[in-house]
């Protein structure tokens, strides 16, 4: 069995004493850890990692990529997208998702938390080369029509459930879009679906969505009105709106807040109140290329949160690559050491997948993927997936 040492090594926790050893079997499941010396060891210069996880992912708009341009802000951006999404052939559009998923798995992803609005990644699940996390997002701000909004949604869901593969785990999960496109009966519903599940939502991506919710005024109500949603019902809570829609879910919930760039300490301890253990899910890439701005990173870790991290869609980023995403980060917070963020890019995504058993650490029996990382503070960074 092939035997592993490296100059560091990170276990997704953190890193291992020196001279530590990795066993490994030739399918990548891991037999031991070990320290002290080994002759049988393969060295390498560099740093090996558990496979990276990806939490956010849309492969189903992979074929849009460089079609919005950059620094739109999000309203424009997302009023592009119904616009532009089928502006494809199906051939096109089926090449682009496949390609984007090796693209995930030659950059050492191991698995993926994704957004699913149809079944069109079925097919990209059934490579069994990823975890796949899919989270089918229902999209519906009527109050009268949620159930028939929630039954979109359950189709795709069950479509997805009735699906396996022969090594890779697959998980679903019915999941909100994002707080000003699912109603509050909406919401009640996904709640009610499967309770223990992790659920993802977009969360204050945009100064304009706490906007509405505090005060029924300015982008999200012009896009709502764009995309011809009726938000007459809609009455402002006053609260920003992550202080609103949390009380529509059942206490003690597992959710994955993503983007959380206009997100507060009021924010984050009337989540810490309401959750057992939020998740904050970084895209710092999409960030960039939609609104030029990073959620307040220090905000998150001085209060002590899971942070973990994401690659967002094609749409809005020149690459699914969780090391760019760290780059990223590292180049606003340079305090941030490297085993700070793997573990983030690893361990916690994992648990926020509830994978945590398979992948994010080298525990025995896990088949958690093994990544050698070079040049990591140097120019020339780059990632080789060895299992």
Known sequence: MPVLTAKKIHNGHGWLPDNSVIEVADDGIILSVQQGPNDKAVFYEGILAPGFVNVHCHMELSHMQGLIPEHTGLIPFLKTIPQHRNDFTEEQKAAARAAAYEQMVANGIVAVGDIANTTDTLDLRARDKL?????????????????????????????????????????????????YSVSSALFHLIDEHSAKTVISIHNQESPDENTYYQLKKGGIQDLLHTLGVDDSHFVPTGKTSLQSYLGWLAPGRPIIFVHNTCTSPADIHFAISHLRQPYWCLCPNANMYIENRLPDIDLFTSEH????????????????CILSELLTIKQHYPRYEWGTLLTWATYNGAMALQLEHTVGSFGKGMQPGILHLTGLDGDAPAVTRIY
């Open 305 to 320: 949160m899971k942070l973990c991290i994401g690659t967002d869609s094609m749409a809005s980023n020149h690459q699914l």
């Open 131 to 179: 975890h796949v996390f899919t989270f089918a997002e229902a999209i519906g701000f009527s109050e009268v029509n949620a159930a028939r909004s929630f039954g979109f949604a359950l189709r795709t869901f069950n479509d997805f459930a009735a699906q396996q593969t022969q090594s890779k785990v697959l998980k679903q999960a019915i999941v909100p879009h994002a707080p």
